[in-house]
């Protein structure tokens, strides 16, 4: 076989330049592919030849642009076409290499209700819930009356919180297997959905394996992925607080175990809940790159990228379990176009102003540039940053610190959530667990410093506000601002803090989306909290809910229509 010698990179932003900087280093000849806009990214500019295709899902123009370009491998990256099969197939079918494990693995763990058959014959513990054989609604409605509340509907097809609904009451279900089939069909293509029992306060961990083609693996140790945010990941460590010697052997062997059985090669993460009490279930198997690989590579001083293109070549594994040792600790954040005082809704526009820290002991992977555009049809990851210390609280100080130094204006993020919860008690003693943002944070968005008002030329972009100039910690560009992490927007007085609340009696779109559903009508007579109209955006739904009961005056969309952020789509008269 041989070591790859010209890899196509499928994909994008971040993971594309993590990539071909890992091919550059052993010397592996890079193409990039572009989609529309994307001719001038920083993935374009690394890589030896860049091909175009008309989007990062086209699988066909994908395969024909590497054998264009005369590569002998494809790595996917993670997201896009990364855990398709199917895509896998047609790169070995076009005589290509696959980095990756085999596309009958891939196929076995990436279906959920398969996965928990693999981890029972493995011998390890699965989550309560049921998968099949019947996956209609009548029987997983009779299955939730054997477990009860609370559950979750899971997609069977997927991940990354898309196609899942949390059921609080069995009154929920219905509307939660609805919504969820219609989520997880748009993400993935199939509409089946599973049932779990939904377990409380417990803490996400999950163990990086890496195998060869030739029988041999090791376990990297685990990550905590605790905080997060609708199923999906914001802080990620390692090692795990609280976990030692014996958990962390358990849980990797364990992991192992789900790995062989799957017939597993390259890199993988197998996914656990670790409760309170020290017992612990399998929850899935990611047949791919992590985005939080680097805390993993920070640790052990194993390059995860490169790792892959080893085995992908065909070497056989190059170091034993008694080789693995970790040493200090590193955490991740990763910060995201969002706002977290309006539910986390992913934001977009033009990024008017970025400065990142050059902080010792700091990583940042992002392929973020001022003045780009962040898009809402993309993933909303900027850039995830990464500090390494000798133990966790000094990890924790170093992170706080660097994000400090942060200054990305023109788009909402949740840098503001980030530096919140690093100076939260509950991080620092590693308490927080996976319904912590959801049950506990509460967003304060903080007051701007005194004499920071509107004045001065309204025109100029770094203008000075009345008699006083802007403090350094507040950062302004055009009509937008960041302060501790917040956005803020220019007025014509103040500075006010981004809001997507709707104005009087007008439910707006929080951003830009498609019109799935329309709930009400006029005339209606509704309620708090009832829904008046669902969206769709980056293939995930989005409930519009009436703020106060009253009766509905008017309904200005239709199901299919594509609306702005802040345009009306309802409009409610107050009793």
Known sequence: MGAIERLLIANRGEIAVRIARACREAGVGVVALFGPGDGDAPHVALADDARPVPSYLDADAIVAAGVAAGVDAVHP???????????????????L????????????????VGARVLAEAAGVPIVPGFAGPDLGDASLARAAERLGAPLLVKAAAGGGGRGMRAVETLAELPEALAAARHEAAAAFGDGRVFLERRMTGVRHVEVQVLLDAHGSGVHLGERDCSLQRRHQKILEEAPAPGVE?????ALGTAALAIAREAGYEGVGTAEFLLDADGTWFFLEMNARLQVEHPVTEVVTGVDLVRAQLRVAGGERL?????????????IEARIYAEDPA???????GKIDLLSLPH????????????????QLGFDPLLAKVIARAADRDACIDRLRSALAEVRLVGVPTNLGFLLDVLGRPEMRSGSVDTDWVTGTWVPEVPPLPEGVHAGGDPTDPWRSFGAVQVPAAVSVAGRHAQYRGWAYVLAVDELEPVAIAPPGGSLTAPIPASVSRVAVAVGDEVEAGQVAVVLEAMKMQLRVDVPAAGTVRSVNVAVGDVVTAGQSLVEVDEP
């Open 318 to 330: 190059w170091i034993t379990q008694d080789d693995v040792r970790a040493t200090g600790h590193a």
């Open 77 to 95: 990256g993670y997201g896009f076409l990364s855990e398709r099969a199917e895509f896998a197939e047609a790169v070995l079918a076009a005589g």
């Open 359 to 374: 902080w010792p002991g700091v990583r940042i992977d992002t392929a973020l540039r001022e003045g780009d555009v962040v």
């Open 342 to 348: 309006a539910d986390f809704m992913p934001s977009g």
């Open 97 to 112: 290499r696959w980095v990756g494990p085999p596309p009958e693995t891939m196929r076995s763990l990436g279906d959920k």
């Open 245 to 249: 010697t014996p958990l962390r052997e």
